[in-house]
């Protein structure tokens, strides 16, 4: 059966979910662009700060951070809406890299409205990037989760589901710059890690996910997850319970309902171009071909944004552990920085990552690390529509253990990309 007519269900679903605030598009009230003066959903989901101050999930990014989007109002509800769709040609370099045309996407869609004494946001996001298959594309030195449920990706990246966030959130202000929240998301995103690569203004014109994502924040997506939280000033308390499975190889659907693993975050905005979190989490069972074995995370990351006249500069620093029971201590660090000036914009990325799974077989430990630079060129279409022209290009370093599997040379990737983005 083709794999459209197997996820018809979950198509409906989600498009259920979603009529509401699709419909909220045809209404004319809507047509406010993110860099007209805030008239709508001006505070955040979670209580009384600057609405910029969200990023995915619960994460906070700075406040300052560029709004991404496009703003609509109508009938009490207020939201936001942004996201993009890549074309991508990938050629990876060496004797286990490759080369593949595919299509990468996102759109989100939230709605706010008031609900009592407080808040409640309503929260969707899809892709389409099931349409590229479940192998993926090519990422040298990429790892994690399987595309046919026997054998593990290893330098690929997968696709993500169909179904990235269906969550709703309540935040109830109990004190001047005070709030508690609770959020339901299936799928959701709990509290571990810093906010999703996708939604950081420092990583998100990459069109590759970095091979530090299985360590910062591959449980953005996760089916079932409950958080709740507190609010003081500049400071965010939440905790989690979630299903601490990664997505399976049947990216169309719903996975299993579980809540079978738990995290804590502490996020603080000290100003308005800072934002820090450390967070710490219990994962069940995260992978599919592994599972008696559990794994312990603990990150902490640090972003700074600054904003100036005609653009944006963003950097983010994060660094993560993943102790497997039973099994291996691995780090990894993640640096990386997005600059906009006007159309043009220009991305860097450097990693380096502890890796016990790049040779099927062995369990050996080895430290590799890669850098990333590229550069986006975006030409208004329409109002709220950018058509960006971009390119990305990544050098790898392994140790001399896996030069035989990856050449003598280093090896090295490039990314030419097409993108239509929301803004």
């Not at 045809?26 to 993110?34: E, L, R």
Request: net charge neutral; proline share 8%.
């Amino acid at each position: 059966m083709p794999p459209f007519a197997r996820s018809a269900p979950a198509v409906r679903a989600a498009l259920c979910a979603l009529a509401p605030t699709f419909a909220f598009l045809s209404d004319p009230a809507f047509a406010q662009s993110a860099d007209m003066p805030i008239m709508t959903m001006a505070t955040g989901t979670l209580g009384t700060y600057a609405m910029m101050q969200d990023a995915s999930g619960t994460a906070w990014q700075p406040a300052s951070s560029p709004m991404q989007g496009m703003m609509w109002s109508s009938g009490g509800w207020n939201g936001m809406a942004h996201g993009f769709a890549d074309l991508v040609y990938d050629r990876q370099s060496g004797p286990r890299g490759g080369d593949k045309a595919f299509s990468e996407s996102m759109l989100m869609v939230t709605a706010q409205h008031g609900a009592g004494p407080g808040t409640l946001t309503l929260k969707s996001m899809l892709s389409l990037d099931p349409v590229m298959g479940p192998a993926g594309y090519p990422l040298l030195l990429q790892t994690g989760e399987t595309a046919n449920g026997a054998t593990p990706l290893v330098d690929r990246q997968h696709p993500h589901n169909l179904l990235m966030e269906l969550a709703g959130v309540y935040a109830l202000p109990i004190a001047a710059g005070s709030s508690a929240f609770v959020y339901l998301g299936y799928p959701g995103e709990p509290a571990l890690g810093p906010a999703t690569f996708m939604h950081r203004f420092s990583g998100q014109d990459d069109p590759a996910a970095p091979i530090t994502h299985h360590w910062l924040d591959s449980t953005h997506i996760t089916f079932g997850v409950a958080t709740a939280g507190f609010i003081h000033g500049p400071w965010k308390v939440e905790g989690s319970v979630f299903n601490g499975r990664e997505p399976d190889q049947n990216r169309w659907g719903f996975q299993p309902f579980r809540l079978d693993s738990w995290s804590g975050r502490i996020t603080l905005n000290p100003a308005r171009d800072w934002s820090f979190q450390v967070s710490y989490g219990y994962l069940h069972s995260p992978e599919q071909l592994t599972p008696q074995v559990n794994q312990r995370r603990l990150t902490a990351s640090g972003t700074y944004n600054r904003p100036f006249a005609g653009g944006n500069w963003q950097t983010t620093l994060a660094w993560g552990q993943n102790r497997d029971q039973p099994g291996a201590v691995l780090q990894a660090w993640l640096l990386e920085s997005g600059l906009g000036l006007g159309p043009h914009t220009l991305f860097a990325r450097a990693e380096t990552v502890q890796k016990d799974d790049l040779v099927p077989g062995s369990d050996a430990v080895v430290r590799v690390s890669e850098m990333t630079l590229g550069y986006v060129f975006d030409i208004p279409v329409a109002r709220h529509v950018a058509l960006g022209l971009g390119i990305q290009g990544t050098i790898d370093a392994v140790p001399s253990s896996l030069k035989v599997a990856y050449g003598a040379q280093n090896p090295t990737g490039v990314m030419p990309f097409v993108r239509l983005k929301i803004r």
